[in-house]
């Protein structure tokens, strides 16, 4: 039963019987900070059954509180095996364990006085003040929990919870109960909604960045091996033999994704920056040897990678919204987009080589990406079960024309002395 709640501390204490009615034993719960002295909610973030008490005394559902913190899903499935489920009393174990008397659990006044026990208990009955006095004979803390017990059995219909002793009237004492229980409860419930709002509103926004910025350095996260494998799978997607899916691993309660150093499935956006400028220099280097490189020229080619950029970004958005795929982070989308650049800067070198090789470098090319960005799609999609099986006739469509769209966009890409002065 909750006995008191502070409103200076956001802090209440829960009393506990312990083994039958051998003694208590008192807890304090600050359900703002999610803490209470057992250790249980503090540990493994999940109410203990004095939070409970507590919520269940202020109309707070522990449920919805411990939702707004957690992912239910992600954080059963990393931590239910630390824990067992809390049970609506914690019972000692051990019966051997001994009862540390505390007279401050029974007498919220009591104290020792030359070696005798302050012998007065106080009770509330809507509002009336009745008092007990024990014998004189009774100065040990054990015989006033044995007369304290015969007294309450004989009085169970009355408020058990133990009260200062206030010298005034009965009604003057209802009111200011009343008034500050009311005030206690109010400013708590408040606080809480306002926290809910913020926490809301904060969980929001930093959902809404998530969705169209992520982590960039999360995609920065590469290393030699990684470039090499990756840059194996963008030009031979043929030849790899491993999975195409993500790689999770779990953080903070939640389930995220790998970084592109520890899986090669992941987009990453060192490889497409690289690409993209290795594509500018080849095409200036290609206009220079044939006598038509100029700032300007090389400003358009500059220009014209950007364009043909942001037109794959907005295809593949196209393709996931119209097979009704899931949100995927933005940068994401860039990453995958970008990578049409390793093809670009492929085709660029062949045409200083041999130029009438173009066409054939071009087809191989769309025809790498083209697999590679279908491969990602599928991979994207599954995770949408439903609309990934319910509509194969239109999945298949969108994604062969998602892939036969790379060879007129690579050709425009390649294609540097014919549109550039």
């Not at 506990?16 to 807890?27: D, P, V, W």
């Not at 990453?268 to 594509?279: N, Q, S, V, W």
């Not at 300007?296 to 907005?314: A, I, M, N, P």
């Amino acid at each position: 039963m909750v006995t008191k709640y502070s409103h200076a501390q956001q802090s209440a204490s829960v009393q506990t019987r312990r083994q039958g009615r051998h003694g208590m034993n008192t807890h304090v719960v600050k359900i703002a900070n999610r803490e209470c002295s057992c250790g249980k909610w503090n540990q493994f973030g999940i109410p203990c059954s004095h939070a409970q008490k507590v919520c269940g005394a202020y109309n707070i559902s522990a449920a919805s509180m411990v939702k707004d913190y957690y992912d239910v899903m992600a954080y059963n499935n990393t931590y239910s095996k630390y824990f067992e489920p809390v049970q609506s009393e914690d019972y000692w174990d051990d019966p051997n364990l001994q009862l540390v008397h505390d007279p401050t659990i029974h007498f919220l006044k009591s104290k020792a006085s030359q070696g005798a026990w302050e012998t007065t208990l106080s009770y509330t009955d809507k509002g009336q003040i009745l008092s007990w006095n024990p014998p004189s004979s009774l100065h040990t803390p054990s015989a006033l929990d044995k007369a304290y017990d015969d007294h309450t059995s004989r009085h169970r219909h009355r408020s058990l919870y133990p009260r200062y002793s206030l010298h005034m009237h009965s009604d003057q004492l209802g009111n200011v109960l009343n008034y500050v229980a009311g005030l206690d409860l109010i400013r708590s419930e408040l606080g809480a909604y306002g926290e809910k709002i913020l926490g809301s509103g904060s969980e929001y926004v930093q959902s809404s960045i998530s969705r169209y910025i992520s982590n960039p350095r999360y995609y920065f996260q590469v290393n030699d091996d990684y470039v090499k494998n990756k840059l194996k799978v963008v030009l031979f997607p043929f030849l790899h033999k491993g999975h195409w899916m993500r790689t999770v691993e779990p953080a903070g309660g939640k389930f995220s994704f790998k970084p592109p150093i520890h899986d090669i499935n992941a987009p990453d956006l060192y490889i497409p920056m690289m690409a993209f400028g290795t594509y500018v220099l080849l095409a200036g280097f290609f206009l220079g040897i044939n006598g038509k490189f100029s700032p300007e020229s090389l400003g358009v080619q500059f220009s014209t990678g950007l364009l043909c950029w942001l037109l794959q970004v907005l295809l593949l958005e196209a393709t996931l919204h119209s097979l009704g795929g899931g949100e995927v982070p933005l940068l994401d989308m860039v990453a995958y987009a970008g990578y049409t650049f390793v093809g670009a800067a492929v085709i660029v070198a062949v045409r200083l080589l041999a130029d009438y090789l173009f066409c054939v470098a071009t087809l191989w090319e769309s025809l790498c990406m083209g697999v590679l960005l279908v491969k990602t799609m599928k991979r994207i999609l599954i995770s949408e079960v439903q609309s990934f099986e319910k509509n194969s006739t239109k999945r298949n469509y969108i994604l062969l024309f998602t892939a036969a769209a790379q060879i007129p966009l690579l050709f425009w890409l390649g294609s540097v002395s014919v549109e550039t002065r």
